[in-house]
Structures are given as C-alpha cells and as structure tokens.
C-alpha cells in the first residue's frame, strides 16, 4: 500500500481536476440512482394509474437527469484522463532525468530494451492505476451504494438477502488480486525482453543480413513473445474466471430476491412498479460488482509497475560529494597504484596501474584488445570508480572535484561514435556548447577536416545526421565528434580510438590540425595504428591490464620488447597493403 499511497500523491499534485472528476463521479453515480427510484412512478402512475401531470413532466425529468450526468461523464472521464497523463508525463521525466544520472556501471548490466520498456509500456500500466482503478473503485462503489439505498427504500428484507453474496465476491477479488501480483512483475520483464530483442535486431539488421540470422533472431523474437503471450492470457483466463464466479453468484441472488418477493405476504405489499424498480438497481449493480472484483487486479498491476518506476527513481546516482572547482584547470594528471575490477570478472581490468602526464603533453596508450586503454580513459571522467589506488588532477583527487567541473575539464571522443538525430551544427555544439555561435562551430568543424564533406551538402552545418548519424559515412562521423571535443577546447583530451574511422588523408590532415590545438592541452590517445602516435611525448604500453613499457617512440623500438614487436607486426601489414607491394 505504501508504494499505491505514492503513486496518489502524484495525482494529488492536480486537485483540481481531481474534485472536477470526484464531483462529476459523485452525480454520475447519483443520476443513475435517481433514475432507477424513478422507474416505480413510471411504471404505478404513468402507465397503470395513466397520472397527466405525470405524463406531463417525467420526460422532462428524464432529459434533465441525462443531460446532468452527461456534463458529470464528461467531468470525470475528462478530470481523471487529466490527471492520468499528468501522472504519465511526470513519472516519464523522473525515470528519464534518473536514467542521465545514473552510474555507468548500471548501463552495463540492464538492458536497453528493459530501460526502454519501462518508459512506453511501464508507465502506461501506473496510468491505468491512477486513474481506471480510482474511476472505478470511487464511481462504482457510489453506484454500488446508490442502488442498496434505493432497493432499501423498496424493501429492506429483500436486499439483505444481496448480501449472502459479499463474501463470495470478496474472495473472488482476494484470489484475483493475490495472481495479479504474481503476473505483472513477469509480464514487464518480457514486454523488456521483447524491446530488447526488437531494438538489436534492428540496429544489428546488416549484420543479422549479411551473417543470414534472419531465422535465428526470428526464433529468438518468437520464443519471447509467446512467453509474454502466455503470461497475458493467464491474466486474461483470470479475468474470464472472475466474472463468470460473479456471474454465478449474482445469478443466485437475483433468484433469491424473485423467489422470496413473489411470496403472498410480499406480493401484497409491493407494487409492479416497485418490484421493477428493486430487480433493476440489482441488475444496475451487477456491473459495478464485476468492475469491483477486478479493481484489486488492476490496481495490483499498476502497483507492480509504479514499484519499478520507484526502484529506478530512488536509485543513487553517481557519487558526486566533491566540492572543488576550478574554471580552467593545468591538465597535471597523475595515477598511483589504481586497480580496477569489473563484477562478475576475476580478473583486475586494471592492476597495480600507475601513470604521470604532465601539462600540455601528448600521452598514447597502446596495447592489445583488453589491455585496459579503454578502461583507464574512463576513469578519467569518473565513469568508474577505482577499487583501489587514486587519481589526481592538478594534484586534487578525483573524488574531490566536484563531477560538473572535472567534466567540464574534458574532451572526449570515444570508440562508438555518438551522434543525435539532429543537425551537424547541433552535434558539434551539443549540451553546454549550445551557445557558440557559427563562426565558432566552422571552425572547429574546420579544425577537425570535416568542412569539406559539410560544405557539400545541400544545407550545410544545418544537414541531418540521422539516428545515431546514418546518414553519414564512418569517417564523417569520427570527424564531427572530433569537431564537438575541439570546440570544447577542454584542457584535457581523451581520444579513444579517434582516428580508427578515417581513411589515410583524412587521419593526415586531422593529425596535422591536432598538432596545432595541442599546446595548453594534456592529451590521452588510444590507438591501434601506431603511426598515428610516433610524436607523442611518452607512450605507454599496456597489458593484462598493467602498464610493461613508457617512454618516447624513439626509446621503446630501442628497447625491442612489447612496443616494437607490435610495430614490426604494423609495419609488415602496412608494407604489405600498400600498391608497391601489389
């Protein structure tokens, strides 16, 4: 219940549109009470005793009813739909603003699919228990009372025997309730699952073309959403059962009621008019009754769902308790004996790691796949947090920087190339470079040689890039994310794998541009192609996540261990490729 009490204190952000729709339930459910009282005088005075006066202004009073619960339908259908979205769109921005704050390592266990699940279907079941499960515990339990007053006012005897039928339909919404709650967590994982399995196959589809896993995938989608299938058709035959219990014992009262009110000593007390008017609040009720066993239901799974949605809402984000700041910092960056391990892997990622740049220096990190490049570059900017050891920024340890102003210190241009389904201008100058201006974006773009594809196209800097830059080649895309972290012009630059995507020229003139921006700047490069790194100020070698070699190119091919034999590797397949060797 503590978890429904916070779902309601969303809706209670709106008590307006709330009384809008309490009011309007209120007359909805009093209307049709009304009308049901009024069916004994239809039926004594209009057609038996033929009444002119009554002739005259029941249909009036008719249309007068209607047109007020027509305005009172309006209210509450429109009051709680009101509140609904309301609850939908403020739970969305939560999860969403939770998610950007999250830690990285949450990213790497979830699902994208989950994460996008939660967002389109997730919240949608909460709405559904915001407001359907509130119209109709509120609406049908006024109608529910409106129908017991008028059968009271008829005949008390005859409506305490409605009653033997409560506690039937009292268990009957316990058991449903109790299977609900078992259901829905499992159905909001496989609606998860069928995201996740949807959104790969998606963005994988050349590979899933080329490597012919059509059939593959196609099973692997099916076997999900006939697990989801199942899942909702046990909610459904739930559901089926329910009603058709309520059905049955509502049936029985009903012969209960028939058969005691045609007995002499009550057929003498009651006219047809009144019978009429008993038998239709009963069969007026019936609905409100099978609505109200399937409330626990409903609500049950929008409980299940609002849980999720409060999980990922309290969950803390990165760990930021850092209170120094510093506008422009040195670019001093210094490792001391950092290890690193990932869950779930015995071994360290970083073991024993220790490392000096000094100010406006090139460091180049190489080594195999798996080494550990990647993963020092992500402690730089706090991605992770280092299990032991330290890392220190113009001598002040990460930890005590505060997360806004040790990023804003960084460049980063990583592996997977991240663009926007934007314009080129608004990539470059993504997030807090929003307010540089075009002249500033050209040339940074111009920096990063990517003018020379841009001013190609049709609208320039203003030319879509496509979801995640589609319509761009790979080396356009490297470029313009080389443009946003030039136009940061942070003093400390990480590039992770940032010329992989270019062709020879283009990694030519971007090496040359970089050479000129460097100065001021302390500079982390990761790189296969060791060319690109001969001029960095000490390169270091990495393996089985420990550091085995530094120093300058120079130094290290005299040395002939590690860094040299990955150079001679190099240099044969770059001799080998090349036309002279054809």
């Not at 999900?224 to 899942?231: A, F, G, S, T, V």
């Not at 009110?261 to 008019?273: E, K, N, Q, W």
Request: charged share 20%; glycine share 8%.
């Amino acid at each position: 219940m503590a978890t429904y009490r916070r779902l309601l204190g969303y809706a209670a952000r709106h008590p307006w549109w709330a009384l809008a729709g309490l009011f309007g339930m209120v007359f909805d459910a009093a209307v049709a009470a009304v009308f049901v009282r009024l069916i004994q005088p239809m039926l004594d005075t209009l057609f038996i005793e033929r009444n002119p006066q009554t002739i005259f202004w029941m249909p009036l009073l008719i249309v007068g009813l209607f047109l007020i619960r027509g305005v009172a339908t309006f209210l509450a259908d429109y009051g709680l739909a009101r509140i609904g979205r309301n609850v939908v769109e403020t739970l969305r921005g939560e999860v969403f603003s939770r998610y950007l704050l999250l830690p990285t390592r949450h990213y790497d266990h979830e699902p994208s699919g989950q994460m996008i699940s939660r967002l389109t279907y997730t919240v949608e079941q909460v709405a559904h228990a915001s407001t359907n499960a509130i119209k109709v515990m509120v609406l049908d339990s006024l109608t529910v009372i409106g129908m017991i007053a008028v059968m009271l006012y008829f005949s008390a005897r005859l409506t305490l025997l409605l009653f033997v039928m409560a506690p039937l339909i009292a268990l009957v919404a316990w058991a449903v309730g109790r299977r609900y709650r078992r259901i829905s967590g499992k159905i909001q994982r496989s609606v998860g699952s069928v995201t996740g399995v949807v959104d790969e196959a998606v963005s994988g589809q050349r590979v899933v073309k080329v490597y012919q896993g059509q059939a593959a995938e196609r099973e692997r989608f099916n076997e999900i959403n006939e697990r989801n299938r199942k899942l909702n058709l046990k909610i459904a035959a739930t559901n089926a059962m329910s009603t058709s219990v309520v059905q049955v014992v509502a049936a029985c009262a009903l012969a209960l009621v028939i058969f005691f009110a045609t007995r002499p000593s009550m057929i003498t007390t009651m006219s047809p008019g009144a019978f009429m008017s008993l038998i239709t609040a009963m069969l007026t009720m019936l609905p409100s009754l099978k609505r109200l066993t399937s409330v626990q239901a409903m609500m049950q799974r929008g409980v299940a769902a609002a849980a999720d949605l409060f999980h990922i809402i309290d969950m803390p984000g990165e760990t930021d308790t850092g209170s120094h700041e510093a506008t422009h910092c040195r670019g001093e960056l210094e490792l001391r004996e950092v290890v690193l391990h990932y869950p779930g892997q015995a071994r360290a990622a970083l073991d024993g790691v220790s490392l000096h740049c000094a100010p406006g220096t090139v460091t180049a990190l190489v080594g195999r796949s798996g080494s550990g490049k990647s993963s020092l570059a992500s402690l730089i900017p706090r991605f992770y947090e280092p299990d032991s050891g330290s890392i220190l920024l113009d001598g002040v340890p990460l930890q005590e920087w505060t997360l806004r102003s040790l990023r804003s210190q960084i460049a980063w241009v990583g592996q997977q190339v991240v663009l926007f389904n934007d314009s080129i201008a608004h990539n470059i100058a993504f997030g807090g470079l929003a307010g540089a201006t075009e002249q500033q974006i050209e040339a940074a773009a111009d920096a990063a040689n990517a003018m020379e594809f841009i001013r190609q196209l049709p609208e320039g800097l203003a030319s879509q890039t496509g979801e995640g830059g589609t319509l761009l080649s790979g080396g356009q895309r490297q470029r313009i994310a080389i443009a946003r972290a030039l136009l940061k012009n942070a003093p400390l630059l990480i590039l992770d794998e940032a010329t992989s995507a270019l062709d020879t020229e283009s990694e030519r003139l971007i090496q040359d541009a970089l050479g000129r921006l460097l100065q001021n700047r302390t500079v982390l490069v990761i790189a296969h192609r060791l060319s690109t790194i001969e001029h960095a100020d000490q390169i270091v070698v990495m393996d089985a996540g420990r550091i085995v070699e530094r120093g300058t190119h120079r130094e290290l091919l005299a040395l002939d261990g590690h860094y040299a034999a990955l150079h001679r590797v190099q240099f044969s397949e770059d001799v080998a490729a090349s036309p002279a060797s054809a």
